[in-house]
């Protein structure tokens, strides 16, 4: 009977909140008991049940309900260590698994836990994250190792973990006896120094010897950190050493990395190193979109008026978590006060998002933009000529330069070919002079401010 209800319910919460989300969060879910109206799962790890339990609970309360169990309360607990003895009895103790709680829940495990999400199948691929999804698609195959380190680098939010997750995932999935270690480097460093305070460092070494992939996230991190980079440049060796994949992540080259040994930063470059470009409009609306989908399971009630998506993929250019945080926010809004998402309620309830992300102008592209505007030369926005049909449009790329940056006077200067800044402060006062009378003049210091903001 249990397992009646819960396969329908199963059914019905596949299609209210879509494969994706299903995939991840429901499927894992295990139905223990349901008896006096409680509902009693069973989740692998306690990230998932705290998620699950927030997001889902009720859902799966009232479609319970709907089938015919009367549950009042659903509940979730990760099975503690001796609940999972035969099983763990079996398991290799530092593997880095989809379905075992990890390092929070058992002390022994070097791994940190592998977020559900991030997988392949939700990591949106555009020009700006095309090589780096390949390539790790590739690792994620598990043939012979061809590039050793995979390293992958690119700014905050990119989706590094990210791809670094969705590999481990894979991997389990195709090869569950692989030993996949996943940790961030600051791990590293702290399962290091434990080891060593507490004399363990021949089992700290065999047991990161033992892997068959490690990655570290975040390499950065141990830079100027002398005795891990050792440690590591060691474990790194070896592996490698024994054909074992190495994937590593950090927020810039390996050559860029301040206080890192000289001997780990070409050791890093040996393998294919790649990055994670800064996203493009095309790349953040299809992210939306993605989100937006998994939420409309979410929150089947809801709508979402046309342009919004692409407002949001055109003005929050920051990063994708910051484009996720404000999808999330606008959701949970839009739900509780019951309206539909338009522009007006994405601008009221984002302003803060918005102003922030809001694009810096640079004076560079200023330039290049009233060069084009007015039809003249760029080098002659920083040239000597003083015929009024260049030394106008000079003045104009002055005025919107101290407007749109934040650039000091003399700064400005430098940038205008080495002019001092009292000549800048010439040209912005003229410019200020001529907008109220010169409609032209006005009308242009319009068009050009509102092609620079975006
Ligand atoms: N291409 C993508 N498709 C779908 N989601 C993405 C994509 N890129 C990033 N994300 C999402 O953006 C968020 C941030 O990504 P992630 O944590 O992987 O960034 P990161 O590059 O590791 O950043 P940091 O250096 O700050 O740790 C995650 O929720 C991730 O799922």
Redesign the pocket.
């Known amino acids: 009977m249990i397992e009646e209800s819960w396969g329908q319910v199963r059914n019905e919460l596949l299609k209210s909140v879509g494969k994706n989300n299903f995939a991840s969060w429901i499927e894992p879910l295990k139905l223990d008991t349901l008896e006096n109206g409680i509902a009693r799962f069973e989740v692998p790890t306690k990230f998932m049940r705290d998620w699950v339990s927030r997001n889902f609970a009720e859902q799966i309360r009232q479609h319970l309900t709907r089938v015919g169990a009367e549950v009042e309360r659903v509940e979730f607990h990760v099975p503690t260590q001796r609940d999972a003895a035969p099983a763990k009895a079996e398991a290799k103790p530092n593997r880095a698994s989809r379905n075992a709680p990890r390092a929070g829940d058992d002390a022994e495990l070097p791994g940190a836990p592998l977020d559900a999400?991030?997988t392949f199948d939700?990591?949106?691929?555009?020009k700006p994250?095309e090589l780096a999804h390949a390539a790790a698609r590739r690792v994620a195959e598990g043939g012979p190792v061809t590039f050793n380190p995979l390293f992958l680098y690119?700014?905050?939010?990119?989706?590094?973990?990210?791809?670094m997750h969705a590999v481990a995932h894979e991997l389990q999935t195709r090869q569950p006896d692989l030993r996949v270690l996943y940790l961030s480097a600051e791990q590293f460093m702290y399962r290091f120094v434990q080891a060593l305070r507490e004399k363990e460092i021949m089992g700290f070494k065999e047991m990161f010897r033992s892997v068959d992939v490690l990655m570290v996230?975040?390499v950065q991190f141990i830079a100027g950190k002398e005795s891990t980079q050792e440690e590591f440049f060691h474990t790194f060796n070896a592996l490698v050493d024994q054909n074992k994949q190495i994937i590593i992540?950090a927020?810039r080259a390996p050559g860029e990395i301040k206080d890192l040994e000289e001997r780990i930063k070409s050791r890093l470059q040996c393998g294919l190193v790649v990055d994670?470009h800064p996203t493009d409009y095309e790349?953040r609306l299809?992210?939306l979109q993605?989100k937006a989908e998994q939420y409309r399971g979410q929150y089947p009630a809801l709508k979402l008026a046309n342009g919004v998506l692409e407002f949001l993929a055109h003005r929050i250019t920051t990063?994708?978590?910051v484009?996720?945080g404000a999808l999330t926010r606008l959701f949970a809004f839009a739900s509780l006060v019951g309206r539909e998402i338009t522009l007006d309620l994405a601008q009221d309830c984002l302003a803060d998002i918005l102003r922030a992300s809001d694009r810096k102008v640079t004076i560079e592209e200023i330039q290049r933009k009233v060069a084009e505007h007015y039809n003249i030369r760029l080098s002659d926005m920083i040239g000597p000529k003083r015929v009024r049909t260049i030394a106008r449009p000079r003045q104009v790329a002055m005025y919107l330069a101290k407007t749109l940056t934040t650039r000091s006077l003399p700064e400005i200067g430098r940038r205008f070919g080495g002019r001092d800044h009292t000549t800048i402060m010439h040209g912005i006062r003229k410019v200020e002079e001529l907008k109220t009378t010169d409609s032209q003049l006005s009308e242009d210091l319009n068009m050009l401010r509102r092609l620079l903001e975006g």
């Not at 939700?122 to 555009?126: Q, W």
């Not at 990119?158 to 791809?163: E, I, W």
Request: hydrophobic share 40%.
């Open positions: 999400r991030f939700s990591f949106v691929v555009g994250n690119g700014g905050v939010g990119l989706g590094k973990t990210h791809l996230d975040d992540s927020d994670l790349l299809g992210i993605q990063n994708v978590r484009l996720e």
